[in-house]
């Protein structure tokens, strides 16, 4: 854990440097004990870090807009459970409306219910994505850390950062971001987690 350790710790000072997020204070292991066992997953090494630093939370923008941090302590635990089911929800609609489906799922039924319906079966084996920032994702898992933040709409998967440090800088502060993939190693970013990387 030691190296998620480092890499969570870097992210939130960067997230505290740029001013643009409120922070509270960070998740207790009691209140990860907590989410984790409500909500089936486990918090990578790198993310739990960075929340046990200090909670970015935020208000509804003027327009009603939900604030697009994960308030992992408040009360509204069906925000949470809608953040951590929209990235399979977004291939099932997919898979309903724009003819998407994976060829290692076998021929696709006519059907678009039971398309849906087949998908939906495939896709509960696929790894639990954890919400970051608005639909920006890191795959869920204790011992793992490292892994680049996707932004997941539906079925359209990018990178948005090759870890979680470099993720707060491209989302919060351009001025210190790389301009493109790998300027510092001169490799380029590469998705680690099955299915997810693949869209």
Known sequence: MEEGARSGAEAARRLARTGRAEML???????????????????SDDHRVFLAAGLPVGRPDPH?????????????????????????????????????????????????????????????????????????????????????????????????GADLPDYVDREFNAAAAPRGWGEEDGEEAEATVPFWRDL
Not at 119 to 127: G, I, K, N, Y
């Open 64 to 160: 009603g807009r939900p604030s697009p941090w994960p308030n992992w302590r408040g009360p509204d635990r069906d925000d949470l459970r809608w953040r951590l089911e929209r990235p399979v929800d977004g291939v099932l609609f997919d898979v309903e409306h724009n003819s998407f489906w994976r060829r290692e799922w076998g021929p696709r039924p006519a059907a678009p219910a039971e398309a849906v319906t087949a998908a939906r079966a495939e896709l509960a084996t696929v790894p639990q994505m954890v919400p970051v920032y608005a639909h920006r994702y890191l795959p869920a898992g204790r011992g793992t850390h490292g892994h680049p933040v996707l932004s997941i709409q539906q079925t359209d998967v990018i990178y948005y």
């Open 25 to 43: 204070p960070g998740l207790s292991d009691a209140e990860f004990d907590r989410i984790e066992e409500e909500f089936g997953f486990a918090f």
